[in-house]
């Protein structure tokens, strides 16, 4: 029994030893640390660094996704920039055709012109030296009296604008087609065959697609269209008269399955009339491209 008290208290004296020491290192512990407000501080400080890191990357992102619309934007700038050089390269190419064909054009009409001058020179050569010729003499006077003369210098003067007609006639000629599939055709609606093929004389304007006569005569004029996905119905007007139609009508709608239509007409033209295709039907579509030339229009003086 009094080992057991012995045991007891010895326990006893552990245990309050053990308080004391555990509670002199807690408060030596808490001394070595921060204040509860250096440590609100504290986590003050990680809560602005948090939010300022997300502000951060926020930031990055937004001009991460600005620097791709520039670049693509330059990338389209480049494109544009490129299909730019390519129409100022076609339209330079086609400004020296146009070129060329003027000089040719104003060659043949120099020409024609110094042919009418050395006629008119010759008629007043002759007409001279038989006014300067005796009456009873000279036997040509005699003849033009009689008129012989005369019909010789009206058959030259005939000749001469017969020259002159050939003259124009080479020179009056066009053929143009559609480059591109053109759908939702109104009434009424010019077709414009964009693309010039031939162009003697420049009378055919591929902006408006009308064709203006330039000299009084009689004209040949061609026309053919093209549709699958639709019945389509032109009209060749000529001084704001209906003259010629031609139709196109796929029996199955199907882009396969093209079907051409047109017609030919010969006409006789005063200077100045207005000549064009226009579409007949609502909602119309023609097709034709650069490589399938389907859809044309094309016109020549005849004589």
Do not use: C
């Amino acid at each position: 029994m009094a080992i057991l008290k012995s045991v007891f208290v010895l326990l006893l004296v552990i245990f309050t030893s053990w308080e004391v020491v555990s509670s002199e290192f807690e408060n030596e512990n808490i001394s070595e640390f921060v204040t509860k407000d250096e440590m609100n501080k504290v986590l003050e400080l990680v809560k602005l660094q948090d939010q300022k890191l997300s502000e951060l990357k926020t930031e990055m992102k937004r001009k991460h996704l600005k620097l791709d619309r520039f670049v693509k934007r330059v990338a389209d700038l480049e494109v544009r920039v490129l299909k730019q050089s390519r129409e100022l390269e076609k339209i330079g190419a086609h400004d020296e055709i146009e070129n060329e064909r003027l000089r040719g054009i104003e060659t043949k009409l120099q020409r024609t012109s110094d042919s009418k001058k050395d006629i008119f020179a010759n008629f007043t050569f002759n007409a001279a030296n038989n006014r300067a010729g005796n009456r009873e003499d000279d036997p040509e006077h005699t003849i033009i009296e009689g008129g012989t003369a005369g019909n010789e210098i009206k058959q030259r003067i005939v000749a001469t604008s017969h020259n002159q007609r050939r003259a124009i006639q080479a020179q009056v000629a066009f053929s143009a087609y559609l480059s591109y599939f053109q759908e939702h055709l109104g009434i009424h609606q010019t077709v414009k065959f964009d693309k010039i093929i031939t162009n003697d004389g420049n009378a055919y304007n591929a902006v408006t697609g009308i064709f203006t006569v330039p000299v009084t005569g009689t004209y040949v004029f061609i026309f053919y269209i093209n549709s699958s996905n639709s019945i389509v119905e032109v009209r060749l007007i000529a001084d704001n008269s209906i003259i010629a139609s031609g139709t196109s009508r796929p029996y199955e709608f199907n882009q396969s399955k093209d079907v051409q239509g047109g017609g030919t007409v010969v006409l006789h033209l005063n200077q100045g009339v207005s000549v064009w295709i226009e579409n007949a039907r609502a909602d119309s579509a023609i097709y034709s491209n650069d490589v399938d030339r389907w859809v044309t229009f094309s016109g020549f003086l005849l004589y």
